[in-house]
């Protein structure tokens, strides 16, 4: 019963996830290199997600895996301590990219991966060109 439950809340926050990437359940089965009848399976938490397609959505999307799997996250105070920790410019930069990766909006959560990563090569020249660092 308890492997039931798990799975079942594992789907959840899969779906949860594939709606915050707009996508269908077609769309994230195509993008995962799985079968629309084995991505619903796993969303609707009757099938196990593989290795395999956890790698492919981890490469995918960057979320963890164990808040996927489990639907543990870091605590907030252990995030605050470790950006704490960091120099003003590191902060600067990871805001940029939180803003390049989320956007300004909360529609925009998960939109366009790649875009924040160019972005994020931008962030490093121009600051390397502007700031000698």
């Not at 809340?9 to 996508?23: C, D, M, P, Q, V």
């Not at 938490?45 to 492919?56: A, E, H, W």
């Not at 490093?124 to 700031?131: H, P």
């Amino acid at each position: 019963m308890e492997k039931t439950i798990v799975k079942r809340e594992t789907g959840k926050r899969l779906r949860n996830l594939r709606e915050a990437l707009g996508y269908t359940q077609e769309g994230m089965a195509e993008v995962l290199d799985v079968s629309v009848t084995l991505y619903k399976k796993m969303e609707g938490g009757s099938y196990n997600i593989s290795v395999k397609t956890l790698r492919k959505l981890k490469g995918f999307t960057s979320i963890s895996i164990d808040y996927l799997m489990f639907g543990e996250q870091k605590a907030y105070d252990d995030i605050w301590m470790q950006l704490q920790a960091v120099d003003h410019f590191t902060k600067m930069k990871l805001l940029f990219r939180l803003i390049a990766y989320f956007g300004t909006e909360s529609s925009d959560c998960f939109v366009g991966r790649k875009q924040e990563e160019e972005f994020s090569g931008f962030l490093d020249e121009w600051v390397e060109k502007y700031f000698n660092v």
